[in-house]
């Protein structure tokens, strides 16, 4: 089971960007969605969460400039940003709170990380 983000990149100031990550494996449950980042020389911290709300095709959050959404059946994720700024850049992080099954079963729900996506805000 895996997270696989993509999406990052340069962009100038004032710009958008739109990240994505789909989750693979045996996966039986996605109990919540959540992107953090962690800009140059610091820790990393949570952007905006997601929980499942149970509806299979489409739900949203949003926090200030930044935009969390899913689709469930596709197991993907997306985080849209907008009016970006110079302090926005950092490596951004998706994570998963997910029940796996088959070779990866566990009773409960387990906490999954991306590799992570560097976005560089910059003129």
């Known amino acids: 089971v895996q997270l696989q983000a993509c999406g990052g990149g340069l962009v100038q100031p004032g710009g958008s960007l739109r990240l994505s990550c789909t989750a693979s494996?045996?996966?039986?449950?996605?109990?919540?969605w959540a992107w953090y980042r962690q800009p140059p020389g610091k820790g990393r911290d949570l952007v905006v969460e997601?929980?499942?709300?149970?509806?299979?095709a489409f739900s949203s959050s949003k926090k200030g400039r930044f935009t969390i959404s899913s689709e469930n059946a596709k197991r993907t994720v997306y985080l849209q940003m907008d009016s970006l700024k110079p302090e926005d850049t950092a490596v951004y992080y998706c994570?998963?709170?997910?029940?796996?099954?088959?070779?990866?079963?566990?009773?409960?729900?387990?906490?999954?990380w991306g590799k992570g996506t560097l976005v560089t805000v910059s003129s």
């Open positions: 997601l929980e499942n709300t149970g509806d299979p």
């Open positions: 494996g045996t996966i039986d449950y996605i109990n919540a």
């Open positions: 994570y998963a709170k997910m029940r796996t099954g088959g070779a990866d079963y566990a009773p409960w729900p387990r906490d999954f």
